[in-house]
């Protein structure tokens, strides 16, 4: 089974910037989409961004385009994710995860979730 810890959350002021890793175990990583996933209180986990398995094509929701940069090292089975001009709409628990692009939209691939980390975007 693929574990995923997700680590680098913290409590920053608008227009800060705080950089997100994955260490993701599994001798498959480097074959895999990968994904960030992001679940506000109250709200459902909504997609964040996604890489293909070489890291040459990223993938954005409009709401991060142009702050969030995804990018990922199979070297050492890890996915980042740097975000500038954070906001506080970015507050959420970040996760993330396998993807498939489907239906014209990004959904989550694994079952698995790990236990996220927590970003919190003062005002």
């Known amino acids: 089974q693929v574990q995923l810890v997700e680590s680098g959350g913290g409590l920053v002021q608008a227009g800060g910037s705080l950089r997100l890793s994955c260490a993701a175990s599994?001798?498959?990583?480097?074959?895999?989409?990968m994904g960030w996933f992001r679940q506000a209180p109250g709200k459902e986990r909504e997609f964040v961004a996604a890489i293909t398995s070489t890291g040459g094509t990223t993938y954005y929701a409009d709401s991060v385009k142009g702050r969030f940069t995804i990018s990922r090292d199979n070297a050492k089975n890890a996915v980042y994710v740097q975000m500038n001009s954070l906001k506080p709409e970015d507050t959420a628990v970040y996760y993330c995860n396998t993807v498939v692009y489907v239906g014209n939209k990004w959904s989550p691939l694994g079952d698995y979730w790990g236990q996220g980390t927590q970003v919190t975007v003062s005002s």
């Open positions: 599994g001798r498959s990583f480097s074959r895999n989409i």
